[in-house]
């Protein structure tokens, strides 16, 4: 598969499959996303996998921990950054209102609202979840690295016929998957990616976000043809 292939096929993958995906696969995905540009070679990434039992336990611990807070915990970092511009929060609404429109949940209907943002943390049915940590004491440019690194993880999934969600939203538990994962009290957790096999029947895979117009996103100068 050609990487513009991987990149026009992937999407945020919202609804996956039971059918279990070997360790050998995900291991060959990770090890080749090691590949990332990385500057100064640092390699600030982190990742842990979990499924069967281990996942479960997660999801468990999470379920019972949204019953007392629906929203979540306080993140370690700002998931979108504060008086977001226009620009900007006009894009994440149309996002989100898409979503909720392709599955008639109107705007008032919050307890359905709720219903499906928690379905993040069941990693919308995946049998693998990828979670991926940085060093706390990173900066900007390690933070770009990370998500090369985890682009990288998203193509290659794709590669190999498997789709994917970057989730963020596990942010606002990092405590249980710190907890879970046994991670190094020096790393932050950054996000899950769920990764699975697509169900094709659920509507919500339809959904395709649009994307900002050449023109807008990039200027040419020096060119001469």
């Given at each position: 598969m050609k990487v513009s292939d991987a990149l026009h096929q992937r999407i945020s993958c919202r609804s996956f499959l039971s059918k279990k995906i070997s360790k050998r696969i995900i291991k060959k995905i990770i090890e080749q996303a090691s590949k990332s540009p990385s500057g100064g070679n640092l390699q600030p990434w982190k990742a842990f996998i979990l499924s069967g039992e281990p996942l479960k336990k997660l999801i468990k611990?999470?379920?019972?921990?949204?019953?007392?807070?629906?929203?979540?915990?306080?993140?370690?970092?700002?998931?979108?950054?504060?008086?977001?511009?226009d620009l900007y929060m006009k894009r994440r609404y149309k996002c989100g209102e898409d979503l909720y429109s392709l599955l008639q949940i109107k705007r008032e209907d919050k307890e359905n609202r709720i219903k499906q943002f928690k379905k993040n943390f069941n990693l919308f049915g995946a049998p693998v979840g990828i979670f991926v940590f940085i060093n706390r004491s990173m900066g900007y440019p390690q933070w770009s690295d990370l998500g090369m690194f985890v682009q990288s993880v998203l193509l290659l999934a794709k590669e190999n016929n498997l789709d994917t969600c970057a989730q963020e939203s596990w942010a606002v538990f990092h405590k249980l998957v710190h907890k879970q994962v046994k991670a190094p009290k020096e790393y932050m957790l950054f996000c899950g990616i769920a990764i699975g096999h697509m169900d094709k029947t659920n509507v919500i895979n339809k959904i395709r976000t649009e994307r900002a117009n050449i023109d807008d996103l990039a200027e040419f100068f020096g060119f001469e043809d």
């Open positions: 611990d999470v379920e019972k921990e949204l019953i007392k807070y629906p929203k979540g915990h306080v993140t370690e970092y700002k998931i979108y950054p504060d008086n977001l511009p």
